[in-house]
């Protein structure tokens, strides 16, 4: 019995402990294919966070570089207003370069910058002679281009210093100062203007004339258009220092100039504008002593004719109205209209206007001629005339002819 127990105890004992391995073996190989499920499990999660972690280092470095270069653009505007220091004497630099101006040192060569201007008609003295200016930077800017032995770059002066050097008048002497650039240094060199006056500014208010300009026969239009001329032409040193008037009556007036060559271009400009008539005569009145040449005055007469613009004249029982006058009158003839040119005469008979009264207007147009109290017929009346009304009219022999300016 003992023996038969023993042995089905064995056995059982055997098939326990093989059901146990068989079940230790399952539960490992379902451990071993649950850690493989998990591992692949992990390595998708561990892909997916290294793939969103990539996107966010992107969009942080994209953020950051953003970020560093509008640092960059505002350190980059800063530096434009940022302090230069001198390396030399630690003062600011308020231009360009790299020293302050108290420590730059013209390294080359220059002549005095010395200006002579006639602000009176702005002209200035450039090797001995005297040329027109109309800018001052312009004139600046040779100068120093030939007072500077090295090549240079002019830098204009302000509009202010322009106007206050234009200001000077005759006998003011200053001193001002040039900016010039070589690369990106700046220099400033002295500079010094003389204000003066020209050869012929210096003749105005004086006693000297080189010709007399004689008006005949002058109105006040005339003389207003000579001396607006005169004021024109101020600044090419044309000038008059003694006007006389012969008879006090402003029609005979004789000019004194200082440019006797002035004298043809006035003359010839009354004579287009006014059909004046012109007569030269030069006269001796001195010898130049170092050239002994003869010197001469120039004396022009100007005649002109005893008839004006919109005056009336006849001509071949013809009556023409003056439009204008130049080298011709410019005429239109009263009775027909039309416009015609005719030569200048001094036998032209001119009709004056006179003021009338109208006393008729049917059957036909009447005034009443106040010198013969005769009654004349208007020859050109309108239909806006009414009786007693006063007209000014021109009267041959029994027609009259309305004057309209």
Known sequence: MSKKVKKVGKTMVHKIK????????????HKIVNRSKSKAHNVKNVKKHLATHKLEHKKIHQRTNSTAHKNIKKVIVHKQYAKKFCPNCGGTIIDGGTLCKNCRVVDFDFKEIKLFTCNNCKSYNYKNKWKKFYNLNSILKEIVQSSVKQTVHYQNLPEE????LLSYKAGVH????????????????????????????SKQGTKYFEGVLQIRNATPEINDFIKNDLHKNKSRGVHVNKEVDIDGTGANVDYYYTDKKYLKVISEK??????????????LFSIDWETSKNLYRLNVLVELPKYRKNDVIKLDEQLYKIISMDEKIHVINMKNNT??????????????PLEVMLIKKYPEFEILDPTTYYQARLMNPSENLEINQKIQVIIDGGEAWIVRK
């Open 18 to 29: 093989h059901k146990a391995l068989s079940k230790h073996k399952s539960i490992e190989k």
């Open 174 to 201: 200053k001193d001002f100062t040039v900016t010039v650039s070589t690369g990106k240094e700046n220099f400033d060199l002295p500079g010094i203007i003389d204000v003066t006056l020209c050869p012929k500014c």
């Open 339 to 352: 416009k015609t040119l005719i030569p200048h005469k001094d036998s032209y008979d001119v009709l004056k």
């Open 270 to 283: 009354l004579r287009k504008n006014f059909g004046a008539r012109i007569k030269h005569n030069a006269q």
């Open 161 to 164: 210093k322009i106007e206050e």
